[in-house]
Structures are given as structure tokens and as C-alpha cells.
């Protein structure tokens, strides 16, 4: 369904009292997981804008609703979700291990008696490493220069006019995703000559990550810690022996901070190609029972596949009636 109708379509329902009429009682069965990266005001930071999946006062909002509505469920309770073939149960999922899920999320999470689960990225917690698409960001809106010349990875020179420069962070994202691991490097290096800001400083206080002392305390509080890799890359651009050890390595640095074993993983970037038959099966021998992708749908009980668990990401751009409507009725909207 095209954006713009699925929005009327969710504005419909919403105004008649569709959706609440539904919240109510069982329109679908399955399990619904949703996936956030960060929460809080993206117009505040000069990183990626469009990691932002909710100002607090709107998860605060959808927070409230799934609660009252639904079975919140975390990874711990999938064998349990396998064996009810009656429940709706949704899921929410934090991806990265941004610091405003601790000090955003996690306390209107604890307000309202919900649970989550966390996938950290452990290289970001232990080297105060910014995130490649935040530093892409980072050096594009920064940068006093009113355009990017011709490079390896451009055939034209790119405008930066456009005083958000959105556009052309989304174009320089992309192209970074499609890159081999070998050749990410030298793109940095281009990117922070020709944009004249140089690298982002490997510094705690200019790194938005959580402590582990941070996720040891959700953690203690009944939030679920998954693994994330250790760097975040796009694993299918990675040989066999280099995914193995972003996922190996990550999960054993979680355990040691935590103190118990993870089971669950998600893929960074998490869609179809970005990660392999070969990634699920190394996925599944460092230890993991559950994986989850990120691009959307309702995962049904007899059709669900524990190394790619459908996720639906909310946006900050999502309106309630998007959101209530994408809950509500996953199998049109999800």
C-alpha cells in the first residue's frame, strides 16, 4: 500500500474508533516486534537525525498504549510465544546501545511495568567509538565547505546548500552500506578531507553511548541485553572468519559484563542483504537460539523463523494514528 494511502487509511481508523475498538479485542495472533535506535529531539544533535524513533513524550505514548493492549514480551518468553497459538505479543527492541535508552526509554519503560530488550554494540561502549553513520552525518553537517568534489565513491560533486543536508547524508549512507569492508577506510579518510572537519575525537564525552554499569542496572531491572556484533558492520560484506568474530567476540564481552549468558542477536543493518545463510549459521554456533532482521511484517507462530525475526521500525516521523494502526492491524500495516 502506498505511504500516503496506508497514513489515511490509519486516520480513518483511527477517528472512527477502529483501532481502539481492535486494541480491545483479538484482531490478529503472532508476534509483533518493534524496533527503535534512539529517543529524545534529533533536531538537538548533530549526529544521524534519522536514528531518532520517538520524541519522549511520544514513546512515552505508545508505551502507555502497548501495555494496557497487548502481552509485552521480550526473547526469554519466545519459547512461550511458540507454544501459545492465542496471544498477541509484541515486543520492543532498542538496537545500538544509544545512552538515551537509558536515560529516555528506560525510566518510561519502568513507569509503565514494561520490558525490552537491548542489542548493544560492545566496540561502541568500550572505545567511545562514534557509529559510522552518525560520524558520516557528523562530517557533512558540520562542514563549512558548500560541496563534497568528485571521489573514488562520487561521479559528481555533491551540493551542501541545503542547510540540513539531509539529502545528502541519506546518498553518502547508502553509498557506504554497498561498500566491502576493505575500502571503508579510505572513504573515511576522503570524507573528512573533503568535507575539511577531519574524524570525529574518540572521546566518553562525545560518544552518546551507555556505560556498562548503564546496562548492567537495566539489565538488574528486568531488561533484556542482546548482542549487536562488536563494530557494526554490514556482515555480509565480511569473510566467514571476520563475522565470526564480530558476533562471537561481542557476545562473550556482554556475558562478561552482565554476568549471564544472551540468546538473542540482531543483524546490524538488518535487511535482506545484509546478512547471509552463512551469517545465520554462525549466528546460530556462537550460541544464539533467536535473531531478528529489520525490515517488517507480523512473524505468525507456525511460519516463524528463530534466525530472522521480522521487525517493524518506528520512526520519529510515525503519527499516533500510524502507530496505533500498525499495532493494532500488523497484517496490513507492519
Known sequence: MIAGKREFLAGVLDRSGSTRWMARRAAWRGLLVLNYHRVGDPVATAFDRGVFS???????????????????????????????????????TFDDGYRDNYEAAFPILRAYGARAVFFVTTGFLDDHRVAWWDEIAWMVRTSERSSLPVGQWTAAAI??????????????????KQLPAEETPDFFDWLADASGTGRVPRTASAAPWMSWDMVREMQAAGMEIGGHTVTHPVLSRLTADLQHAEVRQSKDRIEAEIGQPIKAFSYPVGQPDSFTAETQKIVSESGYRWAFSFYGGLNRRRTMDPLNIARKSVEVETSPEMFRSTVCLPQVFA
Open 54 to 92: 520517538a520524541t519522549d513524550d511520544g514513546f512515552a505514548d505508545q508505551v502507555r498504549f502497548l501495555s494496557r493492549h497487548f502481552d509485552l514480551v521480550t526473547p526469554g518468553d519466545l519459547d512461550h510465544v511458540l507454544k501459545d497459538g492465542g496471544g498477541r505479543f509484541v515486543m520492543i
Open 159 to 176: 551540493d551542501l546548500d541545503d542547510p540540513a543536508r539531509e539529502g545528502v547524508i541519506h546518498k553518502l549512507l547508502q553509498i557506504f
